[in-house]
């Protein structure tokens, strides 16, 4: 783990130039950030809107313990275990719909105009409902006539996100790589391999975490041997936000730090600017990245 911890620092492409953010929770599980930049935290039974210029922070109160969250223009959809609310942009939870069944384990919400996307870690499935909370399709249900193998997924980590193509991208952690589906549930491409290079996935299951940038790259984020890559939308690799150095001064794992095993890891997102903010479950904090002019 020593050597592969090692980057040539010819692939930092990335810095960390502002101070980092408090998240100001206990148990902070999740970020995602707006076009603008904005920043929605998930964690204990709140959600945090933290605008990273001026540090102001909202903080809603919920009765749910919150998962994940996706912002829309007047909408706020939050994940809990094994159900989705809907909230106004004042948090006053507007609807609840229906419950995933038992075993559900929501990690992960994407949008666009017409569909939610909802990454349920526990049935390994991404359910489609329309905005309505409608259900439409599953996804992802193992299938060989579609050349469909199925999601594997050790634990808790499972994430989504839409990409410029109008693809859903998707992680298959315990397959080491990202898949990309049409919203009608067929399978488009996928790239990503398990290896000890620099350009691949480590450990049982990685990425944990991923965003999409605007010109279609991916942001990933890799647990174990912490790293936060750039993939370009082929799957090559093109850069390095961070590595073990950066993110834990070296390589750490929870073997060593079992009084962190529910914090442990880090999620990654990302805005328009091209901004990288990575949770840090381990500090408590949100570190802001920004690309390194050429």
Known sequence: LEAMAHIDPKWFHYEETEA??????????????DASGTLYLAGDQTVHIIYPESRRVERWRLDDAP????????????????????AGRNGEVRARWPGLG??????????????????DAGKRIVWCF?????????????????????????????????????LLRVANPGRHRIEAYTARGDL???????????????ACCNPVSFDILTDGSVVTCEKGLARIKVYDSDGALTGVVA?????????????QNPEKRQHYGF????????????????????????????
Request: proline residues 6%; aromatic residues 8%; hydrophobic residues 40%.
């Open 20 to 33: 980092p953010i408090p998240t100001g929770m206990n148990e902070p599980r999740a970020v995602t950030a």
């Open 67 to 86: 998962c994940c969250v996706a912002p829309a223009e007047k909408e706020i959809f939050i994940g809990t275990r094994d159900r989705v609310l809907v």
């Open 102 to 119: 038992e075993g559900a384990w929501i990690t992960d919400i994407a949008l666009d105009d017409a569909h939610v996307f909802i990454a």
């Open 130 to 166: 329309d905005r309505a909370g409608r259900f439409i399709r599953r996804i992802g249900e193992k299938d060989p006539e579609r050349q469909i193998s199925g999601f594997v997924v050790p634990g808790p980590y499972f994430t989504l996100a839409l990409a410029p193509d109008g």
């Open 188 to 202: 488009a491409l996928s790239w990503g391999r398990f290896g000890n290079n620099l350009e691949d996935f480590t």
């Open 243 to 255: 590595g073990p150095q950066q993110l834990t001064g070296g390589v750490q794992t929870i073997a």
């Open 267 to 294: 999620d990654v997102a990302a805005d328009d600017t091209g901004r990288v903010y990575v949770l840090d479950r381990m500090k408590n904090i949100v570190r802001i990245f920004t690309k390194k002019e050429a």
